[in-house]
C-alpha cells in the first residue's frame, strides 16, 4: 500500500472562505489525482497531475486549484468556499501502473 | 450510457454464502481492470486486479470477459466484515493513467 495522507480530515467552514486540502505521498509516485465524492455517489475526477509543473482539469468541473511544486505535495484550493462545495475529496496516487492509492479523505462542510 | 455500469444493490446475503456482482464497460480499448473496496464513509481500497486468465485471492475470484465487455467478482464464504460497497473500476482508453469508476454495488452480509 502506498503511504498517502491527507489533512485536515474534517473541515467545518463559512462561505466565502479560502481554503487549502493537503495530500502528500512518500512514494515517490509521479501521478497524483483529486477526486469529489457526494455520500452514496460514484467518484468524480476533478483534478490529476502527471509530475511537478503538470496539472489538469478532471471531467467534473470544479471551481477548486490545484498546484504540484513537489513529487510528493499536491494541495488543492478554494479560493472562495461556497455551500455547494460540501463533499468528501479523495487524493490518490500511483506509479508506473494504472492502480490507484487513495488517502483517507477530507469531509469538507461548507455553511 | 455509463462508461461502467453496476448493478447498486444491495445485496442481502447470510453469512457464508457465495455472491456474485457483474460490471459492464463501455470502451473495449480498456486494459486494466480492478475491484476497490469502499466501506461507508472511508476511501476505496484495492480489493484486486482483475487479469485476463482470471484470478483469485483467497475467497475472492474476479473474472473478465473481453468479449462481452464484463467483469465479475465472486465472492465465497461471506464473513459479516464483507459488507461493503464493491466498486469495478477500468481504465480509461485515452489514458491508462485515468480510472473510470463504477457507482459500486453495496453488499450486507447478515449473521
Known amino acids: 500500500e502506498a503511504d498517502i495522507y491527507q489533512t485536515p480530515r474534517y473541515l467545518v467552514i463559512g462561505t466565502g472562505k479560502k481554503i487549502t486540502l493537503e495530500c502528500s505521498q512518500t512514494m515517490g509516485h509521479d501521478k497524483m489525482y483529486w477526486y469529489q465524492q457526494d455520500p452514496g455517489m460514484e467518484l468524480h475526477l476533478i483534478h490529476y497531475s502527471y509530475g511537478v509543473n503538470s496539472t489538469e482539469k478532471g471531467d467534473l468541473s470544479s471551481e477548486s486549484t490545484v498546484s504540484r511544486i513537489r513529487t510528493e505535495h499536491f494541495p488543492l484550493t478554494l479560493e472562495s468556499a461556497r455551500p455547494s462545495h460540501t463533499s468528501q475529496y479523495l487524493c490518490?496516487?500511483?506509479?508506473?501502473?494504472?492502480?490507484?492509492?487513495f488517502g483517507p479523505g477530507t469531509r469538507l462542510t461548507v455553511l | 450510457r455509463k462508461e461502467v455500469e453496476q448493478d447498486p444493490g444491495p445485496f442481502n446475503v447470510p453469512e457464508g454464502a457465495t455472491v456474485a456482482f457483474n460490471c459492464t464497460y463501455s470502451?473495449?480499448?480498456?486494459?486494466?481492470f480492478f475491484w476497490y473496496r469502499q466501506d461507508c464513509r472511508k476511501e476505496p481500497k484495492l480489493l484486486m486486479s482483475v487479469y485476463s486468465s482470471g484470478n483469485e485471492d483467497g475467497r475472492f475470484t474476479a473474472q473478465l470477459n473481453r468479449a462481452s465487455q464484463y467483469i465479475s467478482l465472486l465472492i465465497r464464504d461471506s464473513k459479516l466484515s464483507d459488507s461493503a460497497t464493491y466498486l469495478c473500476v477500468v481504465n480509461r482508453a485515452d489514458s491508462s493513467y485515468k480510472l473510470i469508476f463504477g457507482s459500486g454495488t453495496r453488499l450486507l452480509v447478515r449473521p
Open positions: 490518490a496516487s500511483c506509479s508506473g501502473t494504472d492502480t490507484q492509492y
Open positions: 470502451n473495449s480499448a480498456s486494459q486494466s
